[in-house]
């Protein structure tokens, strides 16, 4: 019989079988993230909402000066476009047009309905009657569409019925 040595056994280690990471299945055909919709959002800050009912809230108080509601959520470097196809840029413009269009015309009521808000801005529906100087009463339908960024209205604009 033959001896059986003593040596210790040596084990033969072999590489370990490595396994790949599953592929993440996606539920999206190739190439529809292209296709996928992306968020959409104002910003930081104040809401298009917010700031819509503030708008509206406004209008319908009656409220004499519309400076403090400019000063809260309008941006100093704002666009304001008519339906009359004219626009001006900048807060200053702005008051400037405003500040014409109060000294020609006496506001006898003002009813505002909204707002209708998306994601990056709201609409107001708004019916003014007014007086201008030296003329008869009329009564005036539009909407006010604004475009909200980081807390701020950065652009307005009036769209009137008829024109």
Known sequence: ?????????????????????????????????????????????????????????????????????????????????EGSGMGWAGRKAMEAKCADFMGENEILGCRATGPFVGATGFAVHIEIELKPKGGDTVRMKEVAVYTVKNGKVVREEFMYAGC
Do not use: C, Q, R, Y
């Open 1 to 81: 019989m033959a001896k059986k040595s003593k040596k210790p056994a040596v084990k033969k280690f072999a590489p370990k079988a490595t396994k790949k990471p599953a592929a993440k299945k996606s539920a999206k055909p190739a190439g529809a993230s292209k296709l996928a919709p992306k968020p959409v959002s104002s910003g930081k800050g104040a809401t298009p909402a917010e700031i819509g009912a503030a708008v509206v809230a406004h209008l319908n108080s009656g409220a004499v000066s519309d400076t403090p509601l400019w000063d809260k959520f309008w941006s100093d470097a704002i666009e304001s476009i």
